[in-house]
């Protein structure tokens, strides 16, 4: 490119188009990140905070239920068949429970599996995840005892071959509910 004098016109100068160039880059960067977002919300917040709020006592209650119920489970995933088998304890035992593995960050890797009692064994259930899960989950297991829901609730990181036992930690911010 040849020199540019001061009398030559302002588009053969290098300047003004380095100037024109970043923001045309800051331009085309903040449409693509507009269309990201609309295109994929997030999921993790919550707009009724004050409804969560109260679903927070709801569930405490469930988790102070199974505590009172004693109750305990070792749970194990097979990663070859993809089957769950939970050996409970405690003073309840209902034909079915519900294992929730929650994601805590994508929600599309939720699982719900329904296990059912074995006949032969009291105390074991059974039942089947479709497909592999690992990492960091909220491990969820619910019961029915009489009309009542109990639940029991903890952070675990699920890797298939290993046992996991759900009951065994103390019971986060239920110290002024048992009284």
Same mark, same amino acid.
């Given at each position: ?20 160039? %970043? ?15 609309? *295109?994929?919300?997030?999921? /993790?917040v919550?707009? *009724? ?6 679903? %927070? *006592? ?11 119920? #004693? ?5 194990? /995933? ?18 079915t429970?519900? /294992?929730?593995? %929650? ?6 890797k ?9 006949q ?5 259930? %059974? ?44 019971? #986060?911010?239920?110290?002024? /509910?048992? *009284?």
């Amino acid at each position: 490119m040849p020199v540019a004098t001061a009398a030559s016109p302002w588009y053969k100068h290098l300047w003004p188009w380095i100037i024109i160039a %970043i923001l045309a880059c800051s331009v085309t960067l903040t449409l693509s990140m507009v269309t990201i977002a609309v *295109n994929h919300p997030v999921n /993790l917040v919550n707009d *009724n905070y004050y409804e969560a709020g109260k679903g %927070i *006592n709801r569930s405490l209650d469930r988790e102070l239920l199974a505590q009172t119920l #004693q109750m305990r489970a070792n749970m194990h /995933l097979d990663e070859l068949t993809g089957e769950v088998k939970l050996f409970l304890t405690g003073n309840s035992g209902p034909t079915t429970l519900e /294992l929730n593995l %929650i994601s805590p960050t994508q929600p599309e890797k939720d699982r719900k599996v329904v296990l059912t009692r074995s006949q032969s064994e009291p105390g074991r259930y %059974i039942g089947q995840v479709t497909d592999k899960v690992e990492g960091r989950r909220f491990v969820e297991l619910l019961g029915v005892e009489g009309d009542r829901t109990w639940r029991m609730f903890e952070e675990e990181d699920v890797s298939h071959g290993t046992d996991l036992k759900l009951g065994d930690e103390p019971l #986060q911010g239920a110290e002024d /509910l048992k *009284n």
